[in-house]
């Protein structure tokens, strides 16, 4: 079966929308978040306009700071110490990736862990690994985890998960969540011998690689529950192009007992999360639960 993450995504919107409502009415406090875009990738214009759309569509406030592609890291690094000493700003997000000039670990490095709703500063990271309370936890992981359980149920205990890639946004941080969960937990990568045979033996495979229709269906365990991350562009037999994800969807979708699709999957929950989490640190900026 396929793992609906469009409507899971929306139903999670729903729920925010709700926790957002109480918390203006109750503490007078509006979740915000701020986005800062460097330079014009059309990829990531796009996905900022639906970052923009939904934070709006929720009664959170979205600020949108777009700018040029020569903007110097000092620069960039000085807006990010306005922004961390500003209270109406709970969440901050630079869209990566930013241009070459710029050093991606610095300015990540520079957002108050507190405002860090992508989840990628190390005291997050660290929160994270530790399982302590209160960490910003990386958005795509949160939304794989929240798909796999909407097939599983809540209880992943004692499941076998194999993660393939080991990325620090993707395979990393989701391998500690579903560890969180009581998995066992495999991080296979590009070094891993035998892949195929370390596939098959996951109860939930999540595969994070960027490799169009990696995953085969004799890959995979009759039955497990499949989380699909990737996204690549490929092109069609027709002249045109299509999104697929890391795994051969058509293939796999026989074997498995549940998929999430790409498009409709993992990305949807992306920026759900992304606005599950800028909740949670206007949350904290009043310390509230
Ligand atoms: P990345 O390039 O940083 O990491 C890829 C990982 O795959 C690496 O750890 C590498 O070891 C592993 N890998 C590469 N070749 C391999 C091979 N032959 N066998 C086994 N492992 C191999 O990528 P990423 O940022 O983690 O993203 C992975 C994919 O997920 C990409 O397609 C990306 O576009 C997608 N993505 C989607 C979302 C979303 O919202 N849906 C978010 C982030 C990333």
Redesign the pocket.
Known sequence: MNIDGKLTAKILRVQLAAEVTELKARYNIQPSLTVIIVADDPASHVYVKNKVKQTQEIGMISNNIKLPSETTENHLLSLLKQLNNDDSVHGILVQLPLPKHIDESAIISAISPDKDVDGFHAMNSGRLFNGEAGALVP??PQ?CVLLAKQHLGEDLSGLHAVV????????KPVAMLLLQENCTVTI?????KN?PAMCKQADILI?????AN?VKADWVKTGATVID????RISTQEGTTKLV??VDYDAVFNKCGAITP?PG???P???ACLLKNTLAAAKNSIQLP
């Open positions: 958005c795509t939304g393939i890639g080991r990325s620090n946004i993707v395979g296979s990568h590009s070094k891993t892949l595969a994070a690689v960027g490799i990696f991350v990737g996204i690549n994800g890391d790409v999957g993992v990305g929950m992306t920026i």
